[in-house]
C-alpha cells in the first residue's frame, strides 16, 4: 500500500531539535536507524540527512494501535512521527519525543545487504556495492559533507579574486595532452572522446580576453592502473589565468589550499571529529623543491632515478619521507612534460612546469604556458602529434594571445588530504575504475 506524505509536513530537522522545544508538536522525518523494545517502553532511534533523534513510547501511556505499529517496525524503514518534544537526561542530546501518531512511509526489506550502523565494517566491495547503505552511515556521509564544503571555499575563493566560472565541452574531437589515456566513443557516425582535461579550452579562453576561469568538471582517463590514488572518472578544478608566471598561479594554488584549511577547520569541524581527522594548517609557503633537488633526495636514499625521468612510485614514497605535508615540485624536465608547457629560456631542458605534493600523492600539475603560435605548433610535432588535428586550438594562439599560466587540481585526492583517506574510493560516491562501471 502506498502512503503519501499527504498533509503531514516536516517541522523540524532532527539537529534542530532542543531544549527550547519541549512541550511544542512537531513532525520529524527520517530512517529506522535502531529499535529496543524493552516491553514497557519502546526505544526508536530515528536518523535524517544530518542527525539523530531518541523517539521514546510508554507501552502504557499511548494508543494500543500505536504500539502495535511501532512493534512491527523494520530497520531502515522510513517513518514520519508527530509527537511531543520531551526533555530527558538519558536522551543523547537531552531532548526526546513522545510520539502521538506515525506514518510508515515505505517499509524496508530485511535482511540488509549490509550493517548501516559502524558496529560492523564490510569489505570495500560489499561498501561499493549497496553505497546507498554505506552512504547512510554517519563518518562516510562526513567524506562527503568536507568535499561539499571545500568546493565551496573553492567557488568563494575564485569569486574573491575575480575568476570566472566556465563549462567546457567534455565530448572532445582528439587528444588534450597526447593520443594516449582516451576513452573513445561513437559520436553518431564518428569515433570523439570523453575529455581527459579542458587543456585546451582553458588557454583558448585566454584568447577570448576572459583572463581569469576556473571550472570544476570530470575528466576521463582510461588508465589501466589500479591504485588507491587512479580512477577513471575525476573531478578537476582547473584554473587559467592571462598575464600570470608559474611563481603567480603556483601562489594562488598555495592560498587557495590555505583557505580551505581554514574553512574546514572551522566550520566542518563536526565532520572532522567523526572522522577523528585532526587538521591541522599548512606551513606557508609551501616548500619548494626543484627536481633537480628531488632527485638528489631519491638517489641517496638508495632509490635509482635518472635524470629525465618520471618520477616511480618508489621515488614518489621517498620524497613522502621527507616532505609530509604541502609542497611544490618544479623545474620539471621539458622532455617528460606536455607540449603546452613553456621551456626554461636558459635553460630549454627545463620547464616551468610544477607539481604540487601532499607527502607521496600529487594533488595537481600546473605550468606556464606556450603562449607563442610558431613554437607551439613545433611542439605539438616534437611530441609526434599532429598539428593539424590541433588546428581550432592553434588557431587561438594567432590572433592576441596574452601569456597564460593554470594549474589542474585534483578534487578526489585533494579530499584524501583533508580526510586522511588513504584509497580515493574513499572519497567518491560512486567510484569509476578499472574493474567497477555499477552501480
Ligand atoms: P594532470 O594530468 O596532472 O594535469 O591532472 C591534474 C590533477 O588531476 C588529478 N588526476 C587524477 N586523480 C585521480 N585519478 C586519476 N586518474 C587522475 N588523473 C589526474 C591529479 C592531478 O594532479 N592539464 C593539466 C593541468 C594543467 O596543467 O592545468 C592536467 O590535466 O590530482
Redesign the pocket.
Known amino acids: 500500500m502506498t502512503i503519501l506524505l499527504d498533509d503531514w509536513k516536516r517541522t523540524h530537522f532532527t539537529k534542530n531539535i532542543n531544549e527550547k522545544l519541549v512541550d511544542e508538536e512537531i513532525v520529524v522525518m527520517g530512517w529506522i536507524h535502531e529499535i529496543r523494545d524493552l516491553g514497557g517502553i519502546i526505544f526508536i532511534v530515528l536518523r535524517d540527512k544530518d542527525g539523530k533523534i531518541q523517539i521514546t513510547a510508554p507501552t502504557k501511556k499511548i494508543d494500543a494501535e500505536l504500539v502495535e505499529q511501532i512493534r512491527n517496525f523494520k530497520k531502515e524503514s522510513v517513518i514520519a512521527i508527530k509527537g511531543i518534544v520531551q526533555s530527558s537526561n538519558k536522551a543523547p542530546n537531552g531532548v526526546e519525543i513522545i510520539p502521538g501518531a506515525i506514518k510508515i512511509l515505505n517499509e524496508s526489506n530485511q535482511p540488509l545487504p549490509m550493517d548501516p550502523t559502524n558496529k560492523t565494517n564490510a569489505e570495500i566491495d560489499t561498501r561499493l556495492d549497496n553505497r546507498f547503505i554505506d552512504l547512510r552511515r554517519e563518518n562516510i556521509s562526513s567524506i562527503f559533507k568536507i568535499k561539499s564544503q571545500m568546493l565551496h571555499s573553492v567557488r568563494m575563493f575564485f569569486e574573491e579574486n575575480g575568476f570566472l566560472e566556465v563549462n567546457t565541452p567534455k565530448l572532445v574531437a582528439s587528444a588534450?595532452?597526447g593520443g594516449t589515456e582516451l576513452f573513445p566513443i561513437t559520436y553518431f557516425e564518428r569515433e570523439a572522446f570523453l575529455g581527459?582535461?579542458?587543456?585546451l579550452y582553458?588557454q583558448i579562453l585566454m584568447s577570448a580576453g576572459f583572463e581569469r576561469i576556473f571550472e570544476i568538471a570530470q575528466?576521463f582517463?582510461a588508465?589501466e592502473?589500479d591504485t588507491l590514488?587512479?580512477?577513471?572518472e575525476?573531478i578537476?578544478i582547473?584554473?587559467?589565468s592571462s598575464f600570470m608566471t608559474d611563481k603567480d598561479v603556483m601562489e594562488i594554488l598555495e592560498k587557495l589550499v590555505n583557505k580551505v584549511l581554514v574553512d574546514i577547520i572551522s566550520k566542518g569541524n563536526q565532520h572532522l571529529k567523526i572522522l577523528d581527522v585532526d587538521l591541522k594548517l599548512s606551513q606557508c609557503p609551501f616548500p619548494v623543491v626543484t627536481y633537480d633537488k628531488a632527485i638528489d633526495i631519491i638517489n641517496s636514499k638508495g632509490v635509482q632515478i635518472e635524470w629525465g625521468e618520471d618520477l616511480s612510485r618508489a621515488a614518489e614514497k621517498v620524497l613522502g619521507e621527507e616532505y609530509k605535508n604541502y609542497y611544490f615540485l618544479t623545474e620539471w624536465p621539458t622532455e617528460i612534460k606536455?607540449f603546452?608547457?613553456m621551456p626554461n629560456k636558459k635553460d630549454p631542458t627545463k620547464s616551468h612546469?610544477f607539481?604540487?605534493m601532499y607527502g607521496d600523492l600529487?594533488?595537481?600539475?600546473?605550468?606556464m604556458r606556450v603562449h607563442e603560435h610558431d613554437l607551439l605548433k613545433e611542439k605539438i610535432a616534437e611530441k609526434g602529434l599532429n598539428p593539424d588535428s590541433f588546428d581550432n586550438y592553434l588557431k587561438a594562439f594567432a590572433y592576441g594571445m596574452p601569456p597564460h599560466s593554470?594549474?589542474?587540481?585534483?578534487v578526489?585526492?585533494?579530499n584524501m588530504t583533508l580526510t586522511s583517506l588513504k584509497n580515493?574510493r574513499e572519497t567518491v560516491l560512486f567510484p569509476r575504475d578499472r574493474r567497477r562501471l555499477t552501480p
Open positions: 588534450t595532452e581527459q582535461s579542458p587543456q582553458k575528466i582517463r588508465e592502473h590514488r587512479h580512477l577513471n575525476t578537476s582547473d584554473m587559467e606536455p603546452y608547457v612546469a607539481d604540487l600529487e594533488i595537481s600539475s600546473g605550468a593554470g594549474w589542474g587540481l585534483g578526489d585526492r585533494f580515493i
